[in-house]
């Protein structure tokens, strides 16, 4: 079983990494949706140093833009109470994007977090309060964009994996064996050739297309929040199982992410029904288990950690 943690505010000191990999983390993800490799150099230097105080190693993955839609780093960070409008334009959206949007069109705004529905008049009414921010995912249900799988700023972050240790490169809402091709050709050239590639389920489209371009991976990812997002909450356990089921059909390794411990972002200790979560990762056959805001974010980024592993290995005893 292999455990990774998300780099993050909570988790950017050589010291809390040191201890996260002392738990049993072996790979710490960087979300670079929210900046490059160099923007993170320090976090990156304290990783490295981690590996050498706690004489363990450590993969880094890096989580490319992709696809993947969000809001404009401009955006302020606000409360939408329920009911409320606000101009389709203070999500600040890529123009191509935002002139697609026809009046009807829900906007599911980090990871479901909130609501809106775009109106006639341009304006989008909160359907779901929540909150929205600066570089917040932005699901489009029923939409189809057809977006380059690799953006500029993808390419430049690839060209400087090797400099920063990048291990293993992961692929956002993947929907075609033609995009993970054009991914790891890029990965290639970057010098990167040896990564491993982590391809992300987050929408109907990828799930569907799965058993074909399955092949075009190393590594197939369940993740959660978008599937959430996009196929609607209560879908998600029953597409995580046809997930792990076509990974174990291919002999594909399954990494499960999103909320597996999300309550530890604020308390010591998981739910009975977190625990129950991770078990039933690992008995459909979850090799990997990724924690985000747990660590990124959460107050107690080891402690999410060490019952991350704890509950995985009491799950693996039963199987």
């Known amino acids: 079983m292999n455990y990774y943690a998300t780099l993050g505010e909570s988790c950017k000191d050589a010291a809390t990494i040191a201890a996260l990999l002392r738990a049993g983390i072996s790979c710490f993800r960087l979300n670079l949706s929210h900046g490059s490799l160099r923007d993170k150099a320090d976090w990156l230097a304290a ?22 839609l969000r809001t404009g780093k401009t955006v302020p960070a606000a409360a939408l109470p329920l009911g409320d409008t606000l101009p389709l334009s203070a999500l600040a959206l890529p123009e191509a ?9 829900e906007l599911r705004v980090d990871d479901s977090g909130a609501v809106l529905t775009l109106q006639a008049d341009g304006l989008c009414r909160v359907t779901r309060p929540g909150r929205v921010g600066p570089r917040k995912s932005v699901a489009l249900p029923g939409l189809d964009l057809h977006l380059p799988p690799l953006t500029a700023e993808d390419r430049a972050d690839l060209a400087d994996g090797p400099a920063f240790g990048v291990t293993a490169v992961m692929q956002p809402f993947v929907r075609s064996r033609e995009e993970l091709d054009t991914v790891r050709r890029a990965m290639i050239q970057a010098g990167l050739g040896g990564a ?34 996009n196929l609607g909450l209560e879908h998600v356990p029953a597409a995580q199982r046809r997930i792990a089921a076509v990974c174990r059909q291919s002999h594909k390794p399954l990494l499960v992410v999103t909320e597996l411990l999300s309550s530890m972002t604020e308390r010591p200790v998981p739910t009975r029904a977190e625990v129950s979560d991770i078990c039933h990762a690992v008995w459909d056959g979850a090799e990997h288990l990724m924690l985000t805001n747990e660590t990124a974010a959460g107050k107690y980024p080891t402690e999410a950690a060490a019952w991350l592993v704890k509950c995985a290995c009491a799950a693996m005893s039963y199987r």
């Open 47 to 68: 990783l490295h140093r981690a590996e050498r105080d706690a004489g363990l190693p450590a993969g880094l993955l890096i989580d490319l833009r992709g696809p993947e």
């Open 97 to 105: 994007i935002a002139a697609a949007l026809l009046p009807g069109q």
């Open 196 to 229: 491993t590639l982590y391809a992300k389920v987050e929408d109907a489209a990828g799930l569907n297309a799965l058993p074909d371009w399955i092949d075009g991976c190393d590594v197939v990812t369940a993740a959660r929040g978008d599937l959430g997002a």
